[in-house]
């Protein structure tokens, strides 16, 4: 045992020794604990240290020549010292149990954490502080490691300021830790967002408030972004904080406004668009929404047409061709241009242009279609088709015309000839009768207007020539 220690051994035995409540032999034991202790022990008289032990000499870096006889706060952080009065009085008055937590300065600038305990003492006949100071550094630095590592932003707050930012909360603000820590927590909100924020924290720190609340942060670079966030008390160092939780929600909310910016266009295009569109079930054809196109067209208001089927309101003119649709659907999902034929409240049949794609909505397979009407295209085809038939009838009773008339000329110059021969044969009348006939059929044929049929035989069609140049 060294000069020093043996000093220090028998000071502090003479010491607890002049105490009533010890005697020599319990002085000595007690003394030879606490220089043996892992935990540092001191005794203060008067403000001033008069005891330090060897494991306090070595967390605080400082050796007992360099602590008896000063003030036991100047190691304290300077921030911490009144933190500290206050908590050592509550103990030594009983009203404190706990230990509490500040921060020293060792000889070499190293800032550490104690964990810290005091109790009232008589030594040498007066009244002292018996302290246990145990180093906690090391724990501290692993909750921190462990807070850094976290993918989450994590904050603590004391006195609504900041006293530790993680790296993430750091990145997701642009700040570095410098510029964060002693800041007030609400700076970095959005101005317009500050109340809500207040009042949600405080909701949730009382336990009125279980589900995380959003808001808005503004970033270094002045940035807006989307954060959802939850906060919980907890004793930091000793004393009453806030351990926060802060995640970006920027991207989640950036997708959220552009769907619903989408689900706006597509409600418009919906509403507005002068082609039908439908949304029904895939299975019966029920009508869940219809847009003022397909009203308009068909005749029916909406009452009429929203839970009903197309069947009952026998939309489709071929319900053969809903049911074709309705298997290719069911295996390719998606149907785009298939013509088809829909009838009208008034039973009027529209050609139309017919697409859909199936979707989930709720929990029921539905098809959403766009239907866009052809008549009128139809129309001009079909009349366009008509003017070509005609084109070729017109042509052709032209040249029939022309190629028949010389010979019927002919015919009736020799009929004039035979019959003043013989102005009472029979056949002569009747072959000028037929002669007549084919006359007034060339000039029907020169008289088509229109592209007219009627049926033949065996489905065949031919031109109806009394219709056709009736006009």
């Not at 989450?152 to 997701?172: A, M």
């Not at 989307?226 to 907890?234: A, D, G, L, N, Y």
């Not at 009736?412 to 007549?436: D, G, M, T, V, Y």
Request: aromatic share 8%; net charge negative.
């Amino acid at each position: 045992m060294t000069d020093r220690l043996k000093n220090s051994r028998n000071h502090l035995i003479n010491g607890l020794a002049n105490s009533d409540a010890l005697l020599e032999k319990e002085s000595t034991f007690f003394a030879n604990l606490f220089l043996d202790s892992p935990i540092g022990i001191y005794i203060v008289q008067d403000g001033k240290f008069i005891f330090v032990n060897p494991q306090f000499q070595k967390i605080s870096g400082y050796d007992e020549s360099e602590l008896l006889g000063t003030n036991s706060l100047h190691i304290v952080l300077s921030e911490d010292r009144q933190r500290v009065r206050e908590s050592a009085v509550q103990m030594l008055k009983g009203a404190r149990h706990v230990p509490y937590e500040h921060r020293v300065i060792t000889k070499a600038g190293e800032i550490r954490w104690i964990t810290e305990s005091v109790t009232s003492i008589m030594y040498r006949g007066e009244p002292a502080v018996l302290g246990y100071f145990m180093d906690r550094t090391e724990q501290e630095r692993e909750k921190e490691a462990l807070f850094a590592d976290s993918p989450i932003g994590i904050y603590i707050v004391q006195d609504g300021k900041f006293i530790f930012v993680n790296p993430e909360f750091q990145r997701i603000l642009g700040f570095d830790e410098k510029e964060l820590l002693g800041r007030v927590s609400l700076d970095i909100v959005l101005l317009e967002d500050r109340d809500r924020v207040r009042n949600n924290a405080i909701q949730m720190l009382k336990g009125k408030r279980h589900a995380p609340y959003e808001h808005r942060v503004v970033t270094k670079t002045g940035e807006t972004r989307w954060i959802i966030e939850t906060v919980t008390s907890i004793k930091y160092r000793n004393k009453e904080a806030v351990l926060g939780y802060f995640m970006d929600h920027t991207e989640y909310e950036r997708a959220k406004e552009a769907l619903t910016l989408s689900e706006d266009k597509f409600r418009k295009a919906f509403r507005s668009s002068p082609d039908w569109f439908v949304i029904s079930t895939l299975q019966d054809g029920f009508y869940i929404d219809v847009n003022e196109a397909f009203l308009r067209t068909t005749g029916y208001n909406r009452e009429e047409v929203i839970g009903h089927t197309s069947t009952e309101l026998g939309i489709w003119a071929d319900p053969q061709e809903r049911m074709e649709m309705a298997k290719i659907l069911e295996k390719q999902g998606i149907v785009r241009n298939l013509e088809a034929r829909f009838r009208t409240k008034t039973g009027e049949i529209r050609h139309v242009l017919w697409s859909a794609e199936v979707m989930d909505y709720g929990d029921e397979k539905c098809l959403i279609a766009v239907t866009r009407d052809i008549t009128d295209r139809k129309r001009a085809e079909q009349e366009h088709v008509e003017r070509e038939k005609l084109q070729g009838v017109l042509e052709t009773a032209g040249a029939a015309c022309h190629e028949l008339n010389q010979p019927l000329q002919y015919i009736f110059l020799l009929l004039s000839e035979i019959e003043e021969e013989n102005p009472k044969s029979e056949a002569i009348a009747q072959i000028k009768k037929q002669c007549n006939r084919l006359k007034d059929i060339t000039n029907k044929l020169e008289k088509v207007t229109v592209y007219q049929t009627r049926e033949y035989i065996k489905g065949m069609k031919i031109i109806d020539i009394d219709k056709a140049s009736a006009k």
